[in-house]
């Protein structure tokens, strides 16, 4: 079995870089938006280039992690179970660009580090070769490019490629190399199964066609979980409390933003044993999933400044520090 | 059949095979101790050399950290020395086929203790550079982790040598 103690060794530095609950507190306690982000500047985020653009740093730290992991993998595909979300979306963007051409410039529509380039995911479905796609995303491209091109309906559109997703995610699970990997899918198809069963029962779908939006997620039932959606987010919460997932009842109860927040803390806590872990993939899978929940944490934690949002709801927004 | 085995037993019990045990006793503990070792130090190493591409400044405590599993096959050569001072090679006489069986069963603790001793001392010291790394001012703590493992190749030094010494 391959060991990463080279690749370890350079994370377990590079975590001392992770913004901890006592950085959190000195953005939240920053005057104004700009003075946060001079403390992001001092704490060395960004490539120094960008003054004063939120975006462009965080960008540049996404970029980042994912130069590090490609520094540090070569062209191993460890990780790409991490990488699939960005495909799928930059095909749902692709999609629906072509449709309603909104003229919007590349960067702002499509992610950079999926595991394929956004350009050759833009030809595809520009020339309809959907072949050319990787074969789980084929189908979904095909399908979901002819229900928006007949119908119109970008939401059904978006909820061919979700679930499409999900399965891909699902896949990749039961043959992840590490358990953090396998734990990441499980969490992340968990927290879109409950999402897409509330959004589609606010929209007024029935049970069984809430059921077949749905991906097959580890200790989830998907008929209960499509029954208590439709009596709504109470019965959802009561539902996910006879499930592993109780720790996310509490949340759901309160508001979706709340469940976000609790999703990632779980996958949070799921990470943290790998701290003590020294030889295996799993502290460069917990390191890339902890840098992208902090520049989730920052990119809420700017916006709410930058809208003069009170700093308590900032405050309830952000993510358990993994650093 | 009978006979076949007879001569075979007559053949390695002869006193020429005396010095074919004791200096396989002495190859052991030099391949199995040195060999624990350099896989040992060559986990430090690599562990080493990750938190140095980051941190260059803690050269000097990742090298000793990455060096403890380095003993074992110091043992393991100290006591072949040993061996080869007492069976005519460096010094004293060709031993007899019980001798040398003896010399051989007292190389094995450092040799195979070594072994293990080493493997599992490098993986201590692969988690104490990752303490390092992110504990610059924890050295103390993190060389004295993957020391303790040391005393079990001590043990088996002692013995090895003892033996060897009264032989």
């Given at each position: 079995m391959k060991d990463y103690i080279y690749e370890v060794a350079r994370i377990r530095v590079m975590e001392n870089g992770l913004l901890n609950k006592a950085d959190f507190d000195q953005l939240l306690a920053a005057p104004d938006y700009e003075a946060a982000l001079a403390y992001l500047k001092d704490k060395?985020?960004?490539?120094?280039?960008?003054?004063?653009s939120a975006e462009a740093m965080l960008k540049a730290e996404e970029d980042a992690t994912w130069t590090l992991m490609q520094e540090l993998l070569g062209e191993g595909r460890e990780l790409d179970i991490l990488r699939l979300g960005r495909d799928y979306h930059n095909l749902k963007a692709a999609i629906k660009d072509l449709y309603?051409?909104?003229?919007?410039?590349e960067d702002r529509l499509y992610q950079e580090g999926?595991?394929?380039?956004y350009r050759e995911i833009i030809q595809a479905v520009t020339e309809k070769s959907?072949?050319?796609?990787p074969p789980a995303m084929q189908e979904a491209a095909a399908q979901a490019t002819q229900v928006l091109s007949q119908t119109g309906d970008g939401q059904l559109c978006d909820n061919i490629i979700d679930k499409a997703a999900l399965n891909a995610l699902r896949e990749a699970m039961e043959e992840a190399p590490d358990p953090v990997l396998a734990a990441f899918a499980a969490t992340t198809v968990v927290n879109a199964d409950i999402r897409m069963a509330l959004r589609a029962a606010t929209a007024g779908k029935s049970a069984p066609e809430i059921r077949d939006m749905l991906a097959e997620a580890p200790d989830l039932n998907l008929n209960l979980l499509a029954e208590a959606a439709v009596s709504g987010k109470a019965s959802v919460a009561e539902y996910l409390k006879?499930?592993?997932?109780?720790?996310l009842a509490g949340a759901l109860s309160r508001s979706m933003s709340a469940f976000e927040c609790a999703c990632d803390d779980l996958m949070t806590e799921r990470i943290r044993p790998q701290k003590s872990e020294v030889l295996s993939l799993g502290p460069l899978a917990a390191y890339v999933i902890a840098r992208e929940t902090e520049i989730k944490s920052v990119r809420l934690l700017l916006t709410g400044l930058q809208n003069n949002l009170p700093r308590e709801m900032i405050q309830e927004s952000l993510r358990v520090c993994y650093g | 059949m009978g006979n076949t085995v007879t001569a075979a037993s007559s053949v390695l019990l002869s006193d020429s095979m005396g010095i074919v045990y004791a200096l396989l006793g002495a190859a052991l503990a030099t391949f199995l101790a040195g060999a624990g070792s350099a896989i040992g130090v060559g986990m430090g190493g690599r562990a080493a050399a990750g938190v140095l591409t980051e941190k260059p400044e803690l050269f000097a405590k990742v090298l000793i950290l990455q060096l403890l599993p380095g003993t074992q096959g110091i043992y393991g050569l100290l006591v072949a020395f040993v061996v080869l001072g007492k069976i005519g090679i460096l010094g004293g006489n060709a031993p007899t086929a019980a001798q040398g069986l003896l010399f051989l069963a007292a190389c094995l603790p450092i040799g195979v203790a070594g072994l293990i001793s080493a493997i599992h001392q490098g993986k201590a010291s692969v988690a104490s550079i990752s303490l390092l790394a992110k504990r610059p001012e924890s050295f103390g703590r993190a060389m004295l982790l993957p020391a303790m493992v040391e005393t079990y190749a001590i043990l088996a030094l002692l013995v090895s040598l003892l033996t060897v010494a009264r032989l």
């Open positions: 060395g985020w960004g490539s120094g280039e960008q003054s004063g309603a051409a909104s003229g919007l410039p999926g595991t394929l380039p959907f072949h050319k796609l006879t499930t592993p997932y109780e720790s | -």
